[in-house]
């Protein structure tokens, strides 16, 4: 259901509470909603001073969230007689297992569980259904499993005059998961950023979907915490190559989870990674130098005229390793010094750590920097405690990022630093597309008799099957050659993934795992993480082009084969893809559902077909892929002026790397665009239609753009056929459109295939289209693998 009637969880007209508290925080909580108008809050099979009271279900007023102390007397027919009067959020505020009936009964009037075991939600603008109300209001959003860590991260950001646009713990996760919440965050105006901790997935393709989602839009910290059943082991690396994947930033200590609250709250961006930095003494400049070299920032040296500039404000000042030590100087001088270096473009920060010292007042300090409104780009360290803690509380009570340690500083540069880094990395062009198989179709395994055990492929099949991919066995493979080992695993709440290590290499060699499927970006850079370079003079092996297209066509297999359970192979280096010096492939009688298999949506070849223009010529038209960035960007900029207001509502004068990579860089799962390409080649796109769908896949908005010549031919009129077409094998109940009043191509289009229009809501110059899109009686060949399953 992801979103739907989420915000009965934060902002409830209504509220009603089933049986008394039965430990300190359901009384805590209780206390809580005692804050609401008692017009508002109605209890049930309980009482309690300036409430309502009803005696029996029959009894209960409308209220939109029910709060479950006792679930003893909830029962699907008391869901079901909720949902008909209102109710859309239930908070299972107690540690017993929702029933599966109970769960059923909501889900089919569409009422949100969040529990078991949950600590409840808080909203700054909301109500506070939890025993810990947020310490302020703020603009991140706090995203937790634990009740545990999410009181320990209230109380920190309390101490930090830190405050949240809301929190809500998903517990035991029955219904309302991680997932639905990230896609809550997306789309909340009030959440500029996402600290989230987990330790479990329940459903990996709706959490990375919805974590590509937000990530998109706002940084997302994640704290990746052992769950119950791991025995207190380590980060799972794994879950931490989804989270690079997603675009999450990853912490690895609570601690660093509460600088990441700060780095959120109050570091602006980051471009350059570099640092200014400033101390009261040679000792304490060298300290944070060394902290911001191990975080990978760049201490920033003064130029030459900043550094007399600097030493006019503050003459007794000394430069070490490109720190500037302020020694004694007084605060008008330290402050003078800071104003110099805050002004130059070619820092992203100005660090100014301060260590008690005779003479010097640190809470004036922290007063006058207030005073001065230096705040931008400024980030203070206040050292020791009991003179610091004054002086840290009057920074963040005015939102200056203040730290009480220079790693603590460091990290939260770092996060912000890594956000522009992510974002970076997942913006960049493919080249190589190894979607060898994308109109015959995968090679095929040999049936095998169901519930048989898995085996292991024999070498003439393992051999065809990887021979299939491009990749043929080694002539002669050295003892003492060089190689990388990949093995291919499932995870048990991920999915399919690969692991990478060099062989031969040291126990200390770093080992990189990654989710397929695998483009040349993604590939170089696990490969770098192994150890591997782009030198061409580097000994053969030890190059990134010695693996990377073997390594994409592995992952290829990966999504393509369903029954392999695992794979181990070595890699070793040839002239134009590297061959294979060993492999065990073992299958499976039957394959696992893609979706618990496959935590990434895979690129969806199989809805390549033909179609004709009207003057009888033949194209493609096939799912966008992100090397088609080029040629989207030179259909777009020989378009006409009014063909680009009418299409995005605006002029556009350029089209940018960053904006034709969001419209060739989508998640399949959430997004469909469409391509119309030349039958032979894919140099050029003749046009495309797009339709983007809300996190339930109930409704989409749909758009589509053609090339000036292409108009008269069809072409239009094919491609929103088609991409209705795939939006009903799909499911979608609605698609809908905004269209530009004097858009008559546009307008004329839609009715001809049966939109219906409706005023907009919001722009009078606009109409909506919609229309329920239904498959024809024979639907196309290319729409019968869909389903609603499918989002």
Same mark, same amino acid.
């Given at each position: 259901?992801?979103?739907?009637?989420?915000?009965?969880?934060?902002?409830?007209?209504?509220?009603?509470?089933?049986?008394?508290?039965?430990?300190?925080?359901?009384?805590?909580?209780?206390? %809580?909603?005692?804050?609401?108008?008692?017009?508002?809050?109605?209890?049930?099979?309980?009482?309690?001073?300036?409430?309502?009271?009803?005696?029996?279900?029959?009894?209960?007023?409308?209220?939109?969230?029910?709060?479950?102390?006792?679930?003893?007397?909830?029962? $699907?027919?008391?869901?079901?007689?909720?949902?008909?009067?209102?109710?859309?959020?239930?908070?299972?505020?107690?540690?017993?297992?929702?029933?599966?009936?109970?769960?059923?009964?909501?889900?089919?009037?569409?009422?949100?569980?969040?529990?078991?075991?949950?600590?409840?939600?808080?909203?700054?603008?909301?109500?506070?259904?939890?025993?810990?109300?947020?310490?302020?209001?703020?603009?991140?959003?706090?995203?937790?499993?634990?009740?545990?860590?999410?009181?320990?991260?209230?109380?920190?950001?309390?101490?930090?005059?830190?405050?949240?646009?809301?929190?809500?713990?998903?517990?035991?996760?029955?219904?309302?998961?991680?997932?639905?919440?990230?896609?809550?965050?997306?789309?909340?105006?009030?959440?500029?950023?996402?600290?989230?901790?987990?330790? =479990?997935?329940?459903?990996?393709?709706?959490?990375?979907?919805?974590?590509?989602?937000?990530?998109?839009?706002?940084?997302?910290?994640?704290?990746?915490?052992?769950?119950?059943?791991?025995?207190?082991?380590?980060?799972?690396?794994?879950?931490?190559?989804?989270?690079?994947?997603?675009?999450?930033?990853?912490?690895?200590?609570?601690?660093?989870?509460?600088?990441?609250?700060?780095?959120?709250?109050?570091?602006?961006?980051?471009?350059?990674?570099?640092?200014?930095?400033?101390?009261?003494?040679?000792?304490?400049?060298?300290?944070?130098?060394?902290?911001?070299?191990?975080?990978?920032?760049?201490?920033?040296?003064?130029?030459?005229?900043?550094?007399?500039?600097?030493?006019?404000?503050?003459?007794?000042?000394?430069?070490?390793?490109?720190?500037?030590?302020?020694?004694?100087?007084?605060?008008?001088?330290?402050?003078?010094?800071? =104003?110099?270096?805050?002004?130059?473009?070619?820092?992203?920060?100005?660090?100014?750590?301060?260590?008690?010292?005779?003479?010097?007042?640190?809470?004036?300090?922290?007063?006058?920097?207030?005073?001065?409104?230096?705040?931008?780009?400024?980030?203070?360290?206040?050292?020791?405690?009991?003179?610091?803690?004054?002086?840290?509380?009057?920074?963040?009570?005015?939102?200056?990022?203040?730290?009480?340690?220079?790693?603590?500083?460091?990290?939260?540069?770092?996060?912000?630093?890594?956000?522009?880094?992510?974002?970076?990395?997942?913006?960049?062009? $493919?080249?190589?597309?190894?979607?060898?198989?994308?109109?015959?179709?995968?090679?095929?395994?040999?049936?095998?008799?169901?519930?048989?055990? $898995?085996?292991?492929?024999?070498?003439?099949?393992? %051999?065809?099957?990887?021979?299939?991919?491009?990749?043929?066995?080694?002539?002669?493979?050295?003892?003492?050659?060089?190689?990388?080992?990949?093995?291919?695993?499932?995870?048990?709440?991920?999915?399919?993934?690969?692991?990478?290590?060099?062989?031969?290499?040291?126990?200390?060699?770093?080992?990189?795992?990654?989710?397929?499927?695998?483009?040349?970006?993604?590939?170089?850079?696990?490969?770098?993480?192994?150890?591997?370079?782009?030198?061409? %003079?580097?000994?053969?092996?030890?190059?990134?082009?010695?693996?990377?297209?073997?390594?994409?066509?592995?992952?290829?297999?990966?999504?393509?084969?369903?029954?392999?359970?695992?794979?181990?192979?070595?890699?070793?280096?040839?002239?134009?893809?590297?061959?294979?010096?060993?492999?065990?492939?073992?299958?499976?009688?039957?394959?696992?559902?893609?979706?618990?298999?496959?935590?990434?949506?895979?690129?969806?070849?199989?809805?390549?077909?033909?179609?004709?223009?009207?003057?009888?010529?033949?194209?493609?038209?096939?799912?966008?892929?992100?090397?088609?960035?080029?040629?989207?960007?030179?259909?777009?900029?020989?378009?006409?002026?009014?063909?680009?207001?009418?299409?995005?509502?605006?002029?556009?004068?350029?089209?940018?790397?960053?904006?034709?990579? =969001?419209?060739? %860089?989508?998640?399949?799962?959430?997004?469909?665009?469409?391509?119309?390409?030349?039958?032979?080649?894919?140099?050029?796109?003749?046009?495309?239609?797009?339709?983007?769908?809300?996190?339930?896949?109930?409704?989409?908005?749909?758009?589509?753009?053609?090339?000036?010549?292409?108009?008269?031919?069809?072409?239009?009129?094919?491609?929103?056929?088609?991409?209705?077409?795939?939006?009903?094998?799909?499911?979608?109940?609605?698609?809908?459109?905004?269209?530009?009043?004097?858009?008559?191509?546009?307008?004329?289009?839609?009715?001809?295939?049966?939109?219906?229009?409706?005023?907009?809501?919001?722009?009078?110059?606009?109409?909506?289209?919609?229309?329920?899109?239904?498959?024809?009686?024979?639907?196309?060949?290319?729409?019968?693998?869909?389903?609603?399953?499918?989002?």
């Amino acid at each position: 259901m992801s979103i739907r009637n989420l915000d009965a969880l934060f902002r409830p007209r209504t509220v009603a509470v089933v049986g008394a508290p039965a430990d300190r925080p359901g009384a805590q909580l209780m206390r %809580q909603l005692d804050a609401l108008d008692p017009a508002r809050r109605t209890i049930l099979l309980g009482e309690r001073d300036g409430w309502t009271r009803a005696r029996r279900p029959g009894d209960l007023p409308p209220s939109e969230l029910v709060v479950v102390l006792d679930p003893e007397p909830v029962t $699907p027919r008391l869901v079901r007689r909720l949902a008909d009067n209102g109710s859309r959020g239930m908070i299972w505020a107690c540690d017993a297992p929702v029933p599966v009936a109970v769960l059923r009964a909501g889900h089919d009037a569409t009422l949100r569980v969040l529990g078991p075991r949950t600590g409840g939600t808080a909203h700054a603008h909301g109500i506070t259904a939890s025993a810990w109300p947020l310490p302020g209001a703020g603009t991140t959003a706090l995203i937790a499993q634990s009740r545990s860590i999410t009181a320990a991260a209230l109380d920190w950001a309390a101490g930090h005059a830190l405050g949240f646009s809301w929190m809500a713990v998903t517990g035991g996760e029955a219904d309302v998961d991680v997932g639905d919440l990230l896609d809550h965050a997306a789309l909340d105006p009030r959440t500029q950023a996402v600290v989230l901790q987990l330790s =479990r997935v329940r459903s990996a393709r709706k959490f990375m979907s919805a974590a590509r989602a937000c990530a998109r839009s706002k940084p997302v910290v994640v704290l990746q915490t052992p769950d119950a059943d791991s025995a207190g082991t380590p980060q799972d690396p794994v879950f931490s190559a989804a989270f690079r994947r997603a675009g999450l930033v990853e912490v690895d200590r609570v601690t660093a989870l509460f600088s990441a609250l700060a780095a959120l709250d109050r570091v602006g961006e980051a471009a350059t990674g570099e640092v200014a930095v400033f101390g009261n003494g040679a000792g304490i400049c060298q300290l944070a130098h060394a902290a911001l070299l191990r975080e990978g920032l760049t201490p920033a040296a003064a130029g030459e005229v900043s550094r007399a500039r600097i030493l006019e404000q503050a003459p007794l000042a000394r430069m070490h390793a490109g720190a500037v030590d302020l020694d004694l100087a007084d605060d008008h001088a330290t402050i003078g010094a800071l =104003r110099i270096a805050l002004s130059s473009p070619l820092v992203d920060f100005v660090m100014l750590v301060r260590s008690p010292s005779p003479g010097l007042d640190d809470e004036a300090l922290a007063r006058r920097l207030v005073d001065a409104g230096l705040r931008e780009k400024l980030v203070v360290v206040f050292l020791g405690q009991q003179r610091a803690a004054p002086a840290l509380r009057r920074c963040a009570e005015a939102r200056i990022p203040a730290f009480a340690s220079v790693e603590a500083a460091a990290r939260a540069l770092r996060y912000r630093r890594e956000h522009r880094h992510t974002q970076d990395m997942l913006m960049q062009t $493919p080249t190589l597309d190894p979607l060898v198989h994308a109109g015959d179709g995968p090679p095929r395994l040999a049936p095998a008799k169901r519930g048989s055990p $898995p085996r292991i492929l024999p070498a003439d099949e393992a %051999q065809a099957l990887l021979g299939a991919y491009g990749l043929q066995p080694a002539a002669w493979i050295g003892g003492e050659g060089r190689g990388l080992r990949v093995r291919l695993r499932r995870h048990p709440q991920l999915g399919t993934h690969l692991q990478m290590r060099l062989d031969p290499a040291s126990a200390f060699a770093p080992t990189t795992w990654a989710l397929p499927p695998l483009d040349d970006v993604i590939t170089a850079i696990k490969l770098r993480e192994v150890g591997l370079g782009e030198r061409e %003079q580097a000994p053969p092996g030890l190059r990134i082009r010695d693996y990377a297209l073997a390594v994409a066509r592995l992952a290829q297999l990966a999504v393509e084969q369903p029954r392999i359970a695992e794979a181990d192979l070595r890699l070793v280096p040839a002239d134009d893809i590297a061959e294979v010096g060993f492999a065990r492939i073992t299958v499976d009688a039957a394959a696992p559902p893609e979706r618990s298999r496959l935590a990434l949506a895979p690129y969806p070849a199989e809805l390549e077909h033909f179609a004709m223009l009207r003057d009888g010529r033949r194209y493609r038209i096939r799912a966008i892929h992100p090397t088609d960035e080029p040629a989207l960007i030179r259909m777009l900029s020989q378009a006409g002026p009014e063909d680009i207001r009418l299409r995005f509502f605006r002029y556009i004068r350029q089209f940018t790397h960053a904006m034709a990579a =969001r419209m060739t %860089q989508i998640d399949y799962d959430r997004e469909m665009s469409l391509v119309a390409v030349p039958e032979q080649g894919e140099e050029e796109v003749l046009g495309m239609s797009t339709l983007v769908f809300d996190p339930d896949g109930r409704e989409a908005e749909y758009a589509v753009l053609i090339r000036r010549e292409y108009a008269g031919q069809r072409l239009g009129l094919q491609l929103m056929q088609d991409i209705l077409d795939y939006a009903a094998a799909r499911g979608t109940a609605s698609v809908y459109g905004d269209v530009l009043m004097e858009n008559a191509g546009m307008l004329g289009l839609a009715q001809r295939l049966g939109f219906r229009r409706t005023a907009h809501p919001d722009d009078p110059g606009c109409v909506r289209v919609l229309i329920s899109p239904k498959l024809p009686a024979e639907p196309p060949p290319w729409t019968k693998g869909l389903s609603s399953a499918s989002i």
